[in-house]
Structure formats: C-alpha cells, structure tokens
C-alpha cells in the first residue's frame, strides 16, 4: 500500500504591538498561496519563545510543509534564533519561504542569504535601541524625559484607588479593589506629587 503524503502551506504574518494590522500581510501573501492557512500574531519579534501563535505552528508542521513569511523580521531578529530555528524546521523537512527576497530556507543559496539576513536584521533592532537610549539619555539631560506614561484606563483606576485611600482604606487593598497594581498606583502617586 502506497502511503500518500499531504503538503501543506501556512502563512505566518506578525506584528509587534496591537495597534498594528497584520491582516495585510496575510491578504498579500494569500494571493501567491491561496490554499494556505493563515497564523496571525501581535507579539514582539525580539524572542520566538514568546509567541505562542508561532509556536504552535512550529509544533504542527510535517515533512513536505512550507511556512510562508513576507519578510524575515516576521520571524525574528536574533540571529542565533532564526538559524537555530531554521535547522529544526530542515530536520522535520520544513521549508520557509520568505516571499519578499524569493527563497526558500532549504536550498544552499537561501541558507547563505537567510543567514546574513538574520545578521542584519538583529543589527537594525540594535542600533535601534540604542538610538532609543541615546533619545532618552539626551530627553533626561534636558528634564523633557518622564518615562513610560500610563494609559487614560491606568490613570482613571489610579484615581479611583486615591478615593479608596482618601476614605481610609490601606494603599494595598485600594489598588486590589480598583483592579490596579500596588507598583503602579505608588508610581502615579510619585509622578504627580500627591501627598496622602
């Protein structure tokens, strides 16, 4: 009996924060591969154990199947990641493709260019953070730098727990009972130089 191996197709899109649409990406990538599933995800690309989306997809591919990215930052920017990742997905017999340079991760030339790739994409998150703490560094000597600032919902569960304190109750369970935390209503009470 003749055992019939079936291939699949998934198409991975991610973007970093929620504000963001990755449906646009999958919509792309669903024009060149139309019979493929689609995995969606709003994580960071800094760390692959992080995001469960991925993860699980990683768990359900088989020999024959093919994971579909537009660019490789979808995947990672670790390059010890990428290509440790890479290396588990060629033993079980995956392919990636990366659809905005045209290659696949199994052919000798991908594996080159995937490599250099996962170098400068890693060197970009770098030199971005860096450029990031050299802002902050800059916007702290100027006295313009105020940190993180809390979302109007935070802000207004701050507030609400300053009512709990002002009628007695301990700071702690304040919090607890405005559904904040402890840290971040101390935080908003320094921030805004409220003395109780």
Same mark, same amino acid.
């Given at each position: 009996?003749?055992?019939?191996?079936?291939?699949? %197709?998934?198409?991975?899109?991610?973007?970093?924060?929620?504000?963001?649409?990755?449906?646009?990406?999958?919509?792309?990538?669903?024009?060149?591969?139309?019979?493929?599933?689609?995995?969606?995800?709003?994580?960071?690309?800094?760390?692959?154990?992080?995001?469960?989306?991925?993860?699980?997809?990683?768990?359900?591919?088989? $020999?024959? %199947?093919? =994971?579909?990215?537009?660019?490789?930052?979808?995947?990672?920017?670790?390059?010890?990641?990428? =290509?440790?990742?890479?290396?588990?997905?060629?033993?079980?017999?995956?392919?990636?493709?990366?659809?905005?340079?045209?290659?696949?991760?199994?052919?000798?030339?991908?594996?080159?260019?995937?490599?250099?790739? $996962?170098?400068?994409?890693?060197?970009? #998150?770098?030199?971005?953070?860096? #450029?990031?703490?050299?802002?902050?560094?800059?916007?702290?000597?100027?006295?313009?730098?105020?940190?993180?600032?809390?979302?109007?919902?935070?802000?207004?569960?701050?507030?609400? $727990?300053?009512?709990?304190?002002?009628?007695?109750?301990?700071?702690?369970?304040?919090?607890?009972?405005?559904?904040?935390?402890?840290?971040?209503?101390?935080?908003?009470?320094?921030?805004?130089?409220?003395?109780?």
């Amino acid at each position: 009996m003749i055992e019939i191996i079936t291939m699949s %197709d998934y198409i991975y899109s991610r973007v970093s924060t929620k504000e963001q649409n990755s449906q646009s990406q999958a919509k792309e990538l669903l024009e060149s591969y139309p019979e493929a599933m689609v995995y969606e995800e709003k994580q960071s690309g800094k760390n692959i154990i992080d995001r469960p989306v991925f993860q699980e997809l990683i768990k359900s591919v088989k $020999a024959g %199947d093919r =994971i579909i990215v537009r660019e490789l930052s979808r995947i990672g920017r670790n390059t010890r990641d990428v =290509i440790d990742l890479f290396e588990e997905l060629e033993d079980k017999g995956v392919a990636v493709i990366i659809k905005e340079l045209q290659i696949d991760s199994t052919s000798a030339t991908g594996k080159m260019v995937l490599t250099i790739m $996962a170098s400068v994409s890693q060197m970009e #998150r770098e030199l971005m953070l860096e #450029r990031q703490k050299a802002g902050i560094e800059e916007a702290k000597q100027a006295g313009r730098y105020k940190g993180k600032q809390a979302s109007p919902l935070t802000i207004k569960k701050c507030k609400e $727990a300053l009512g709990y304190v002002e009628a007695g109750m301990p700071k702690e369970k304040a919090a607890k009972a405005a559904g904040v935390g402890v840290a971040t209503l101390y935080r908003y009470i320094k921030s805004e130089n409220i003395t109780l």
